[in-house]
């Protein structure tokens, strides 16, 4: 760690060693020199001369300076570091040494003056430089290099002062504003200057979670390729996350550049600075501190505007040619970028499942250990940032609760609540409190629908441990087709399959997607699956014949956009790796190309007597209360009722006995079967009730 006492203790070791020096070259000049400097000569010295020697030979006396083993005692002293990491050779750290000492110390800025022959140029000059390093009265104009335009000493440390009028030789080298910054305003003085950079500096415990992860394997097989940058493509800033823990689990500080806010400083002229000089600064900082470098917020939208693709690639190429390893983080791949070879482009998500993260931010909560994170990570594509935060925000129900241990509801919560944030107006978020007891088909569709759910379940053993990912490319995830009349069970199933997989069930409002205007559709389809694939959840499309209807043949324009509302909707659905499943009340209605293209077909029959049964003994909760138990069997076997029509009268009998004071009883039900049957359009006679033929008056 940089500490003041070891800065300071280093400048005074400097001052010695460089004031001994200018002693040396001092006398080396006067014996050189035409005039007589002896006591006994009439030549008189200027008081400048007389000054600067009476100063300097205090370090005369070798005893003054430090017996030193050598500068690595000074490790962590700003100086040193900014010498070794930029590795300067001798004469350049002895340039950069006097002119600091030039800028603190008044009697080496009165030396320099001395040297140049002007009161007004009181800074170390080039000529100066040199006779001071070969400790001769004469240049050796082979050192001159030292001061090129591309050189070291002018990037990171110096411009030129006052050259107007001067020969080349005596201009002066005056330290830079933010290398003088970094050395005597303990990392401050520049912070306001340079908003836009954000310092992050390594924490162990932000990279034990993404250590082993197949995202890092990959960084870690381009760190070691210089000059080499990484594109991340990242959601949100997840990006960031990624690299702070990557940086953390390779020990190196990151310097995030917010490249919005920089194009905007640049824009308005608020730095007022040129680019190259802007990018040494930071190349000085980054260098000094052995950090990496990363863009945020570069988005192809952003990247539009001109002035945002020429700051990238002044970055990447400065950066990149000067060894800085240099991250960039965006939600999509930016042409200006994805031009520069130098630059690799990552995404940063599992592509089979991230357990691995799951399992590792479990460790850090006090999770049930029964809970089966697999699951979550089969059904879910969440980003690092997403995970870490359902885990917190699962574990601030468990302190709401006063509980000791995160359930997997509350994990399961934490996700909805995640993916719940697509703000799309075409989708509804419906519940999924529904389970496999509660569904009353036959034995072959509940088949049916767990294997389909577990194409989800074991999806990350068998494309990735089984090694089928490589045989399939693309088309990984479940699509369902539900027919059957009204009333089946097609939507409650749907909300089952959502909840046997932990995850989101989403309603399409196909009203809001299908549009009259041609490209419309296509255009709602796309930002309708946009926004649910950070969750992955059950896309549930009803009624969906309105865009799966048969295929015509094209007579006109509406004919063959309305065919290629269905192939667009089908490509969509291949590239989804969640659920979507269809459901119609008119199978007949789609085309049997597409029924092809789809993985599982299933029937949901109208209920026969023995589901029908089931169906009324299971409509009413527990909580109920009956004056007395319903006729199930004749309820079931007089009247052919779905399982929402049973639903519904159980649900208004249930009022008529609240409103009377009451329990259930058949009095009420039959009440609540009448107005159902003739709400729905049906003829009803008094035969066809029975026993109960007395309540037909009742209605």
């Known amino acids: ?74 490790h962590d002293s700003i100086l040193y570091d900014v010498e070794s990491a930029l590795h300067l050779d001798a004469f350049e750290k002895m340039c950069v040494e006097l002119a600091i000492l030039g800028e603190v110390n008044s009697y080496f800025e009165k030396f320099f003056i001395y040297m140049n022959n002007d009161w007004n140029n009181g800074y170390l000059s080039m000529d100066t430089a040199i006779r001071l390093y070969l400790m001769r009265n004469e240049a050796d104009i082979g050192l001159y290099k030292y001061f090129a335009e591309d050189s070291k000493l002018l990037r990171y440390f110096f411009s030129f002062y006052g050259q107007e009028g001067r020969g080349r030789v005596r201009w002066g080298l005056k330290l830079r504003d933010t290398f003088f910054q970094l050395l005597f305003a303990k990392d401050k003085g520049f912070h306001g200057k340079f908003s836009f950079l954000k310092w992050y500096h390594t924490k162990e415990e932000d990279g034990v979670v993404y250590k082993d992860t197949k995202l890092f394997k990959q960084i870690d097989c381009i760190t070691d390729i210089v000059p080499a940058g990484i594109y991340l493509c990242t959601e949100e800033n997840s990006g960031k996350q990624v690299v702070r823990g990557y940086g953390s689990a390779r020990k190196h500080d990151i310097c995030f550049i917010d490249i919005r806010q920089l194009v905007f400083s640049m824009e308005k002229n608020i730095l007022n600075m040129a680019f190259p000089e802007l990018w040494y600064d930071i190349l000085l900082l980054v260098k000094m501190r052995n ?38 983080t965006g939600e999509n791949p930016v042409l200006a970028i994805e031009k520069d070879v130098r630059i690799w482009e990552l995404w940063d998500k599992e592509e089979n499942g991230d357990l691995y993260l799951w399992q590792k931010n479990a460790e850090r909560y006090p999770v049930k250990h029964e809970i089966p994170l697999s699951i979550f990570s089969n059904t879910f594509r969440f980003t690092p940032i997403q995970i870490e935060r359902i885990f917190q925000n699962a574990e601030k129900r468990r302190i709401l609760d006063k509980r000791s241990l995160i359930l997997q509801e509350d994990i399961k919560e934490a996700c909805i609540r995640e993916t719940g944030r697509c703000g799309n107006n075409m989708i509804t978020v419906m519940d999924t409190g529904y389970c496999w007891e509660d569904l009353i088909l036959p034995e072959k569709q509940k088949e049916q629908l767990k294997t389909a759910c577990n194409r989800v379940l074991y999806r990350h053993k068998i494309y990735d441990a089984w090694g089928f990912g490589e045989k399939i490319r693309y088309a990984r995830g479940v699509s369902m087709i539900f027919s059957g009349p009204p009333g089946t069970g097609k939507t409650m199933s749907a909300g089952i399959t959502a909840g046997f997989l932990e995850t989101t069930l989403y309603r399409v409002d196909l009203a809001a997607v299908v549009s009259k205007y041609i490209g419309e559709t296509e255009k709602n389809l796309n930002a309708v699956f946009e926004a649910v694939k950070k969750g992955q959840g059950v896309l549930f499309f009803d009624e969906a014949d309105v865009l799966f209807n048969k295929r015509v043949e094209v007579q006109n324009s509406n004919d063959r956009h309305s065919n290629m509302e269905a192939a667009y909707l ?119 009730l029975k026993e109960y033929h007395m309540y037909y008056e009742n209605i």
């Open 291 to 328: 950090a990496w470098i990363c863009v945020h917020y570069c988005d192809p939208e952003f990247m539009k505007k001109e002035s945002a693709r020429q700051v990238i690639e002044e970055i990447t190429g400065i950066f990149l040619e000067n060894g800085v390893f240099l991250f960039i």
């Open 570 to 688: 089908l490509q969509k659905m291949e590239e989804y790796e969640g659920v979507v499943i269809l459901a119609t009340n008119y199978i007949q209605n789609i085309d049997e190309a597409f029924k092809r293209r789809i993985q599982f077909l299933i029937e949901f029959p109208f209920p026969d007597e023995e589901c029908r049964r089931q169906l009324w003994e299971t409509v009413f909760p527990k909580q109920v209360r009956f004056d007395e138990i319903p006729d199930y069997e004749f309820l079931a076997k007089q009247f052919e009722l779905s399982g929402s029509y049973i639903k519904n009268i159980a649900l208004q009998a249930a009022f008529f006995a609240a409103d009377a004071g009451k329990g259930i009883c058949m009095e009420y039900i039959m009440k609540a079967l009448l107005l159902e049957i003739r709400k729905a359009g049906k003829r009803i006679s008094r035969e066809d």
């Open 1 to 74: 760690m940089i500490t003041e006492e070891k800065s300071e203790r280093y400048l005074e070791y400097v001052k010695e060693t460089e004031g001994n020096r200018i002693f040396c070259f001092l006398s080396l000049l006067e014996q050189e020199s035409v005039y007589d400097f002896s006591e006994q000569s009439s030549y008189e010295e200027s008081i400048l001369s007389r000054e600067v020697k009476k100063y300097f030979l205090q370090y005369a006396n070798p005893d003054k300076i430090p017996a030193l083993t050598g500068k690595k005692e000074f």
